[in-house]
């Protein structure tokens, strides 16, 4: 994948977890990040658009930042409803195509 | 609420072209800012952008699977669709269509349910 994220991570219950996404100049540098998140046999759902956006009805305890060729996802307050794979995805202007990371499944212990 | 509906047959056989059919309801396909989208996850694995079409038919592709894929609209029918030539075991997968909010933005939503596509003689 062009963009990096760690294949998992885990926590428990009540704490906080972040999920890392790295990527180059030409696509997290210069371009929007979003995360999705894709709950077990379901599809993809959009978590956070725009770096650090939230569509209504996405709680406040999933909030996205980035700095860099680098993107943060954080989650507070896991709940055993987040065990989930988290995806990031940006625009690359020099490939001229969406790209994502391989996922992250996210364990609450 | 937008809503997207894949279908398409599940069975592909190697060297054929896979077709598939995204459905909108509840929503304009014509929408400004937005493009139609086609993005694939073989088991166990990330997602891959295949493309986008906008409601005018100018289509944009994944420069991986430029030689191989067409994505079209019918704005009459609310459907856009996706041809995928030749195809073997490697594109085995679960394909999504989405709504893509384009122009320097690029995030997805909404996402249909995903259909499976296997490719088998």
């Known amino acids: 994948s062009v963009l990096t994220q760690p294949p998992s991570v885990s926590a428990a219950p009540g704490q906080k977890v972040t999920i890392s996404c790295s990527g180059s100049s030409s696509n997290i540098g210069s371009e929007y990040v979003s995360w999705y998140q894709q709950l077990p046999g379901t599809a993809p759902k959009l978590l956070i658009y725009?770096?650090?956006k939230r569509p209504s009805g996405i709680p406040d305890r999933f909030s996205g930042s980035k700095s860099g060729t680098s993107a943060t996802l954080a989650i507070a307050g896991l709940q055993t409803g987040d065990e989930a794979d988290y995806h990031c995805g940006a625009w690359d202007f020099s490939l001229n195509s969406v790209v994502f990371g391989g996922g992250t499944k996210l364990t609450v212990l | 609420q937008v809503q997207l509906q894949e279908s398409g047959p599940a069975l592909v056989k190697p060297s054929e072209t896979l077709s598939l059919t995204c459905t909108v309801s509840n929503g304009s396909i014509s929408s400004d800012s937005y493009f139609w989208s086609w993005i694939r996850q073989p088991a166990g694995k990330g997602l891959e952008w295949i493309g986008r079409?906008?409601?005018?038919?100018?289509?944009n592709y994944n420069p991986s699977l430029k030689s191989r894929v067409t994505i079209s609209v019918d704005t009459s029918t609310r459907q856009f669709s996706l041809n995928l030539d030749s195809v073997t075991a490697a594109d085995t997968a679960v394909y999504y269509c989405?709504?893509?909010?384009?122009?320097?933005?690029?995030?997805?939503?909404?996402w249909g349910q995903g259909t499976l596509v296997t490719v088998s003689s």
């Open positions: 079409v906008y409601a005018s038919g100018s289509a």
């Open positions: 989405a709504r893509l909010r384009g122009y320097g933005h690029h995030w997805f939503d909404p």
């Open positions: 725009e770096d650090n």
